[in-house]
């Protein structure tokens, strides 16, 4: 049961179909989200000119509350630890 004094984070999930590395980020996504509560929002960046442009080279990224956290490999302690804190505010 939530916390109703914490705050859910949103996390994004930057990356587009077919690449290896942004599976391997959304299979670190699922394993956190059965630890800690957050809002996912999977973004593919062909969808979108301006997201190809910034993002295409760096994919996959995780923003967690729309600030850019992970690129290209995500340290899921070091995700747990930004959920905690975005948690918090």
Known sequence: MSDP??????????GRPGCCL????????????????FEL?????????LLLARYLERIPVIAVDGVDRFELIVDEAALRAHLAAAAMI
């Not at 004094?5 to 930057?14: C, E, H, I, Q, S």
């Open 5 to 14: 004094a914490r705050r859910v984070p949103r996390v994004t999930l930057y």
């Open 22 to 37: 942004c599976e391997e980020a959304r299979d670190a996504l699922e394993r956190i989200a059965a630890e800690v509560e």
């Open 41 to 49: 929002d999977e973004r593919d960046i062909e969808t979108d000119d």
